[in-house]
């Protein structure tokens, strides 16, 4: 089990090198390699994911090779860099999620027809990607990967987008791109600070494993967060450098338009991606360096999380309701649940944690499902404009009830697995802002609102009659709406079986920032 | 006499070159400009060389040095005139506008 | 400073000036040849260059780590810091002479190129070693005129001419301008070496601060000019499109690399003692260098002038360390910011050469420089497409890169000495570059080819040089840790 | 037995589970068989649950660990009281007649299969929410017959009425269900707990629990409010839950839309048992309501308000499903006041009466659609020929809403407003006396409409098969008869519901307010016979009443307010802020991009090829770069 997260990271590339060796007409075998290049590391996240000790709150299944060091990195410290995998109860659900997630937009994407090599080359390099943003325990090893997730999704949105790709594209990229490098000051000022913080206190407290002080592997900071504080001013530096990247990495109000965008002129399966799992990113971040690791400079502007959760849940909510396509709805309403997430966080208390991480996978697997479904109607329509469509139930009954689940999942519905995590979310809200808490459960009611709305403008009332004929849902079809809803009715049912993982990171989370 | 004067007339060689050097049209000029420029140092130098508290011949050294350099740069300038010339037919530092933006 | 005075004889000459020897003699020697082999024979010109240089380039490696060696009256000194630049020099002549090589078979170079890279490396390698003001300046202008004739080489298209005399005329006033510098520097110190003018200038400064002063500025803009560094910086696109692409890309390299060594020299030896006071300005220079050079490429179409403002912004990344150095807490800070620029200035040298070599490739098939040429490029050759690209995600500054490691360096001097604004200029000025470099890689892999789809043959030895390129780029991403090794363990002088 | 209780609620999801995956391929007679005794074995085990508690009492409850947050841990299981036992009973046995009667009424329906799917779905979830151990179980099951509901409702999507019916009770009723939820926060964060008894042990003090809970929350709560302002806002969002489900004043408007929905549901759901389940809410909630008074008088409010108001509009309404559906809103404000007014046995006697005789109601009102094919009461007439079991037993069911002795509805609804004369709320005595006239009035209006008189349709009314008039009998007899077990003589339901001493206030007889009302409905009668009789129309009358006429026909315009003051600026709010995001705030992205890539444009064009120009440009930055040397050097 030592290796099983290198594995998982390294087999989508490698499956990838195989696509580009194949000849570029062979659809069937590149399909294949592709499919099985995403279904193995998935099972071997499922056995970590089995395999993982709950109350263990260190990363387990350490993986780390020494990598290179830089003399004088910082005075005359030396700047050990290891490049290692790792995962604790936060990100173990993550790898999982991409995993499904991966695995199920490959089968979808036996649909697309157009340059397949280059598809499911660049899906599984984007797949490798957002496993090893998870999966990272160090801080290059992350960028590394958060890197390459750009550019797989610049291509993925440029090439098999729709008619305004290049300029969705290009809004991607400038964003996460300039998120990025935000990020990556934030995250090597977070080490450097550390360090000297590390330094001068070492004659007071003992810090296991840091002869160097220097550190850029996130177990080790992750440990030093226990031990020390660093000063309350680097914190508030710090904390607003992370969240001004994760209000662009997550496409929080106001930065958030280029969602929207992406989404509309994205394919479905490059949709499942980015809406299933690439978008779990930026909260991740928050809550794996700025939550965990600048617990003064939560506290600080723990207010301000929770006002700019707020409007992002309103505001997402609000615009959703007069969304003419299907795709930028489904895009605001992740605005908005995102929202709702960094309210919870804002207020410090363990069950908002928890409810994060929830929160996380199940929007994955419910945006994922939404974006299949509405993908699968607009194959046969061909169109996502939600006044087109109408009363696709009579000719669509299995994806139109797939849809529906999903969108009752999204409302927050009990038995599936938005409803718990809606629940966690708020419980943390009402303990620290009842007010701005009260104001953001009307977006349960808005939420209600746009997607029943939706629902039946497109799937109830008479059938369109300017809509050719349909086939229901075929058997490759079956295999992502059958999993997703399983899980997602599996997660809303026992949700134990992903509290149980998370529940001693969030612990150990709420016990560094005193929730 | 004394070192200011030579540091003067210096300086005044030295705008004037530059003078024009930029605004010059003929391209010859202008090259006669940047030879201007370079006789500035080369002023300086040798009346920094005589001047000095202990004079040393360095600076007439370094002068000497640089006529030669600037003498080869002249002629490369020249050459190269020579070849736009040909493709051009001018000399006016205008037309030298194919390649912008 | 372990200085020992020898007399000059041919045999101190050969230790301290070996390479340069080899360099500049080999030139000469090339040049004789090339006269007395008939036209027909002419075509083993160029590789008998390539051979020179790889001699050289052998003798200082074999050198290398030999310690400190400072001859003939302490005006020329070899120590790793230097042996450092001119292997950085030489293999990217190499580089350069082989794409030369490669261009010529297409637009008939006359083969003067081959003596007279040689000639412009031999300066360069020179201004490296030098410590004495007319070395310096010999160095220095023994490259300018040497790579005034190579821009203007191209004798049947007329923009070459018109380039080689902008960057004549422009080259010129800096070198005047700087040697008027110098000239004051001489003035108030009263020698030409460097080590007697710091010596001298630590008094000085008390006294005759404005004409030092003035000195600086006027050295400061000089070198400006010669590195592109804004508002010097406009000539630069004018002459990279005008010079054939071997010739850009050697401009791009190594004329820039040259000349940041004289500014290293010239800038820290002798003006070191107001550091603290005159980094600020380097800084801003940097910064408006960054973000003017990065935001002019925006709306470039041709690749080439898009390469040469890109090229700008990565001077800013470039002369970063120098204004880092003002503020660093101790020595081993120092070390570390030149470290980080000597990284950056190898991956640089790669991941440029390597984009000329794919550019003059494609210029050729297309007969255009647009983006455009670029076009559905990965249907037509993949492997130049993807080479490319590595080079084009290194220059944007993306990981596993050499690009990016060596940005990771800077930005770490930057946030060392404090000055963690510039670190956020460096990289927010990179994410806007992400437009422009990506915009390349998306005409190579999304749009279809326009026009001709048929491959694009790349010659062996194109590949040689792309692959080399890309292999070194990624060596310095990948597996960095050696070379970082060797660059902490040499022996700074400056 | 009482160990099988468990299989109540998870029969019903047994045959949901079966009739999902192998539905399409069965017969109809097959899937009824497997839900009909679905339901009718948990029936059978409820009758032997409700005689184990009547002897025992409450049972302790059953729970399995379900998902551990903080120092919680949150448990799912079932507890046994007396009061979900006799809700087991009920929601059983009307399921079990409706379940049957479905069987001819979907006879033929394409989706018949996927109907008792629903069915069964949603009488899971039923029992799940009443026999449910603690308050967020029971939130969960709340929600799911709330979507059971909505896909009911929905079940013939292809009607735009019923597709828009089906929406607007989800989101209806999900804005009670938001107070609900903020109630359900509120609780767990004063008591560290969602079981039942947890909390209404900690209705006088903050659970030392909450410590535990992080500094944050606790201060918020204790620094925001006392120990009784919590209390009662907790209660007042609870209530606020029951007000969506059990279709209260203001948020009542959902319930007749939903008629939309095979009438089968109707009786099942929006008369019988889901739209009860406020009142049932309020119930297992008692004894916080009684720790609030403010909230317990809200409670009486709303509901009086509730039962004059639906009652009103009953009256002219023509469709018979919605005079019906606006009958079930009155008759659950009713419930309301019986529990805000503390009459907690009350309450939920005419809860299950109530159950008993409206699904009558539906179900004959249902036999008679069925048979003629329309719902407009204007073209009815006459059906007493045709139908007669289907005119006895509606007979029967009319009787016992209009609270004519001895029908059930008359002890049941005299009961509540005894206790709210005897509890001193005159004004609310007031309203459910007037409601009482109202609703003999409109219930026999309907009745004598469809049943008096002439048929004026063309096609031949008949009886539906014995599916559908056994139940229409059971029910009858029910109707007629369930009353009496709980007379001022024999207070049998009064003892099984308090086995503990008394609940709030169960009041005795009252001779002489019993009279008054059954005096009243008899006058409603009498008023509908002289005015709606054989054939009669009252359209003068209609005409005399003139704005009142108007008012009471179109609801009091509140679907057109709502409409006007939340819909239309939510919506026209949500335009404009897409115009917003999409000119403004995206507008703003792209102009710092456009101005951007100008800055790029205008230095390309600052090239313009001239070396002098770039010479020029130097020779400033030399002078810039001289005079900040000089500055630096403190020459200047």
Known sequence: ??????????????????????????????????LIGALIPACFALAAYLAFDQRQINLQFPFTTTWMSIANAYNSLTLHINLGFGVDGISMPLVMLVGVVSTLTMIRSFKVTERVKSHYFWLLFLTMGMYGVFAASGIFTFFFFLESTLVAGYLLINIWGGEKRHYAATKFLIYRGLASVVLLAGLIGLAYVYASTAQAASNSVFIPNAPNFLTFSISQLLTEAQL????AASQDVLFLVFLLAVLMEEAFVPFHTWLPDTHEQSDTGTNMMIGGALMKIGLYVMLRFAVSMLPLGLAHYATWLAVLGLVSILYGAIVAIASKDWRRLIAFSSISHMGLVLLAIGSMQEIGIQGAVFMLVSSGLLTALLFFTVGAQADRTGTYKIENLGGLSKSLPVISGVMLVAALGSVGLPGLSGFISEFSLFVGGFAAFPTLSALASLSMILAAFYLLWAMQRTTFGPANQALPDMVDADVIEYVPMVILVALVVLLGVFPGVLGDVVHGTAQAIAARIGG | MALQPFLALAAILFGLGLYGALTKRNLIIVLISIEMMLNAANINLVAFAHFLPKPNIEGQVYALFNIAIAAAEVAVGLAILLSFFRTRDTSDVRDMNSMKW | MGTTMHLLSFSDIWRSMGPEVIVIGGAFLIMLIELLLPQNK???????????????????ISRFGGGILVYSSADYVVDGFSSLFKILILLSTFFVILLAIVEQRKHKLPYEYSYLLLFASGGAM??????????????????SIATYILVALNRKDGRSAEGGLKYLIVGSIASATILYGLSFLYGVAGSTNLGQIAVALQNAWTSDSAILFVSFGLILAGIAVKISVVPFHLWTPDVFEGAPTPVTAYLAVISKAAVLAFMLRILIFAFGQKYQDWWLLIAWLSVITMVVGNFGALAQGNVKRLLAYSSIGQVGYLIMPFAAIGQSQNVSNMWQALSSMMFYLFAYALMTIGAFAVLSKVAQTRGSEQVDAFAGLYKRNPWLAVMMTIFLLSLAGLPLTGGFFGKFMIFLVAFNAGQYWLGVVLFATSAVAFYYYFGILKAMFVLEPVG??????????????????????????????????????????G | MIGLTWLVPVLPLVAYLVLLFTGKRMSEVAITTISVLAVLIGFVISITVVSSVAGHGPYAPVVYNWLTFGPTTITMGYQVTNLNALMLLVVTLVSTLVFLFSKSYMHGDERFSRFYQYLNLFVFSMLGLVITSNLLELYIFWELVGVCSYLLVGFWYFKPEAAVAAKKAFIVTRVGDVGLFIGVILLYLGTGSFDFTTIFAHLHHFSSMQSALGAMGRDAITHLMTVQTWVTISALLVFVGAVGKSAQFPLHVWLPDAMEGPTPVSALIHAATMVAAGVYLVARMFPLFQASAAASETVAIIGGVTAIFAASIGLTQRDIKRVIAYSTVSQLGYMMLAMGVGAYVSGMFHLMTHAFFKALLFLAAGSVIHAIDTQDLFEMGGLRKYMPITHATFLAGALALSGIPPFAGFWSKDDILTAAFDSGHYVLYAFGLIAAFFTAVYIFRVYFLTFSGTYKGSKHPHEGGIAMTLPLIVLGFLATFAGFINTPFAPLLGNFLQPNGPVGYDPPANWGLMAISAITGLLGIWVAYSLYSGGKRADAFAKRMGILYQLSFHKWYIDELYAAIIVLPVVTIADGLQFVDRYIVD???RLLGEVGYAGGVSLKYSADGQIQTYGLISVFGIAIVLIVALLIGGVL
């Open chain 3, 126 to 143: 020179i201004i490296t070693s030098g410590i004495d003001l007319v070395l310096l300046y010999v160095g220095l202008e023994l490259l």
């Open chain 4, 587 to 589: 507008g703003a992205v």
């Open chain 3, 452 to 493: 001709d789809e048929e491959p694009i043959r790349a010659g062996g030895l194109l590949q040689v040089i792309v692959g080399l390129c890309a292999l070194g780029t990624l060596y310095l991403g990948l597996i960095p840790g050696p070379f970082l090794t060797v660059l902490n363990n040499v022996h700074w002088f």
């Open chain 1, 1 to 34: 089990m030592e290796d099983v997260l290198l594995l998982i990271v390294v087999i989508p590339l490698i499956a990838g090198l195989f696509v580009l060796a194949m000849p570029a007409r062979s659809h069937g075998v590149i399909r294949a390699i592709g």
């Open chain 1, 228 to 231: 020390i504080h660093i000063p």
């Open chain 3, 42 to 60: 002419r075509h083993i010109v160029p590789w008998l260059a390539v051979i020179d240089v790889i001699i050289a380039t052998f003798l200082i």
